[in-house]
């Protein structure tokens, strides 16, 4: 069974793509609703979450996690994947892993983009923080220009159901700041050559709202459906994290207000009939390892 994890709401538009490209796989998603969002805590408590709710899932029979988190990807999963993966197997013998939606989008991104191009983030505060997706978009394509703008209401307003001319006024707020930047960096201004990564899964649940705010010919990557992608082939090439199945769905959750059930269920096409457990356990760490 492959588990899907997010800090609340936002991770569906990965899940959702997750179960169109793999209908005959169990899915197990968790949300993390009552510490959302991640993207305005510290990392030490990023990093403690993810891990408490990796272990849940692995818990519930899921042998591969997907962090379909931005967040949780980029500040918690290098040292998920390098020391506690390794030790866990090394423990119990049982073999998992955990990957996240960064990398696949990179290179969605970076296979799109056309020389000297602009690529801009749209991100949470944490996630632009980290770094991550400039440099390992300039190790792949050191040619462009990479531009972040951080957006740190945006998901904490999707995940309280905030009306949707408040979650516009937000876009746009973060739209004109990004585009203010073209009077530092001159390159910014071609906009015809930008390409733009939603770098927080709760964004493509306005995804309508940003393409209104951008200027025209901004190509947009979808990073549900690029780790959709990924996810498959890495399936094919290591088969022994996951077999099909008979494509069940279950949904948990450590509790949500209803506000935001509607602009969720506008998405869904639907009800998500999740069940709410407990809060996750109490923070393991007391500070970020090396």
């Not at 408040?166 to 001159?186: G, I, M, N, T, W």
């Not at 906009?191 to 306005?206: E, F, G, N």
Request: with cysteine.
């Amino acid at each position: 069974m492959v588990g899907v994890f997010d800090s609340g709401f936002g991770g569906l538009t990965v899940h959702r793509a997750l179960i169109e490209a793999l209908p005959e796989r169990d899915f197990l998603y968790l949300g993390d609703h009552r510490n959302a969002p991640y993207g305005t805590r510290p990392p030490i408590e990023v990093l403690n979450l993810t891990c408490a709710a990796i272990d849940r899932l692995f818990a519930e029979g899921c042998t591969l996690v997907v962090l379909a988190c931005n967040t949780a990807s980029t500040v918690a999963l290098r040292w998920i994947q390098q020391q506690w993966l390794p030790a866990r197997r090394q423990s119990d013998g049982i073999a998992r892993n955990v990957i996240g939606v960064v990398v696949p989008t990179i290179e969605a991104a970076t296979a799109l983009a056309k020389p000297a191009d602009t690529i801009a983030i749209f991100a949470t505060r944490r996630t632009v923080e980290t770094d991550s997706y400039p440099t390992e978009i300039r190790k792949r394509r050191p040619d462009l220009t990479v531009v972040q703008q951080s957006c740190p209401d945006l998901a904490g307003a999707i995940e309280r159901g905030l009306p949707r001319e408040d979650l516009r006024a937000l876009v746009e707020r973060y739209v004109a700041e990004l585009l203010e930047k073209q009077s530092v960096e001159p390159r910014v201004a071609q906009y015809q050559k930008r390409c733009v990564i939603l770098a927080c899964t709760h964004y493509p649940l306005v995804a309508d709202l940003f393409a209104a705010a951008l200027p025209e010919g901004v190509s947009m990557i979808h990073q549900p459906q690029a780790t959709a992608a990924a996810l498959r082939s890495y399936l094919d090439r290591h088969p022994e994290y996951d077999r099909p199945g008979t494509g069940r769905r279950n949904f948990i959750s450590t509790g949500f207000t209803t506000e935001a059930l509607p602009l969720i269920e506008r998405f869904w096409g639907g009800p998500v009939p999740f069940n709410v457990f407990s809060e996750l356990p109490a923070s393991l760490l007391t500070e970020l390892p090396a």
